[in-house]
């Protein structure tokens, strides 16, 4: 089935540092999502992207959908403590269906 | 706006018992879709009900496990009997069309 490669799995970082994340597969999707979970609560989606090169920016979030339409990025820019929580991307493949093929997540912490 | 709730926060059972967890999706939202996340691994969808008709199971693991969304407003996910592995968090989600709104989730423990 299709998988999603994360990396990397945790960061350890100090506040006010950027931070940037991926996620890879083997086929193509035709949507990518990031989700951020925060501990006890759901995923909360932070940034959808439509487009092959599309780049969306949400506030110190950036985040693009790869060329190849097989690859994503989320950086984070001037990290603060509440950015602490694990991120997931997520994708949709192709076809009419709306399941979410998920990553395994890269868990943050922030040093204030 | 309420958002998507999922009851109970928590389940501990033993191996063998039945567990029922209930979502209810954000009001108006057709899509509900459920997930689960095994400590370790990644989420993974179970199924998608659009209203009352399920769209999409190719995620049930097996015939352990029975959802179901009478009238399509809230749904259920039985689980019988329960097995060690069906520990996790079970995510319910809904949409009105692409964005899913996700519950807190109920994290399951099978003794």
């Known amino acids: 089935g299709q998988q999603l490669n994360q990396s990397p799995q945790s960061m350890f970082i100090q506040e006010g540092e950027d931070v940037s994340m991926n996620c890879t597969s083997s086929?193509?999707?035709?949507?990518w999502l990031w989700y951020k979970q925060d501990p006890g609560e759901g995923p909360v989606l932070l940034i959808a992207?439509?487009?092959a090169g599309e780049l969306t920016s949400n506030g110190r979030l950036t985040a693009q959908f790869g060329t190849t339409r097989k690859d994503s990025f989320l950086n984070i820019s001037a990290s603060i403590p509440s950015d602490v929580g694990i991120y997931f991307c997520?994708?949709?493949?192709?076809?009419?269906?709306?399941?979410?093929?998920w990553g395994l997540g890269t868990s943050l912490a922030v040093n204030p | 706006e309420a958002g998507v709730t999922q009851f109970p926060s928590h389940s501990v059972i033993e191996k063998g018992q039945t567990v029922t967890l209930r979502c209810d999706p954000i009001?108006?939202?057709?899509?509900l879709y459920w997930y689960r996340r095994v400590m370790g691994k990644e989420i993974k969808f179970l199924l998608h009900?659009?209203?009352?008709?399920?769209?999409?199971e190719s995620g049930m693991p097996n015939n352990r496990f029975l959802a179901e969304r009478t009238g399509g407003t809230y749904s259920t996910l039985k689980v019988q009997p329960a097995e060690l592995e069906d520990s996790g968090v079970y995510f319910c989600?809904?949409?009105?069309?692409?964005?899913?709104?996700f519950g807190p989730g109920t994290r399951l423990l099978v003794l």
């Open positions: 989600a809904s949409s009105l069309e692409e964005t899913q709104y």
């Open positions: 009001s108006g939202h057709d899509n």
């Open positions: 009900f659009v209203k009352e008709s399920k769209q999409d």
């Open positions: 086929s193509i999707f035709n949507t």
């Open positions: 992207l439509y487009k």
């Open positions: 997520a994708g949709r493949g192709a076809g009419n269906n709306r399941k979410l093929i």
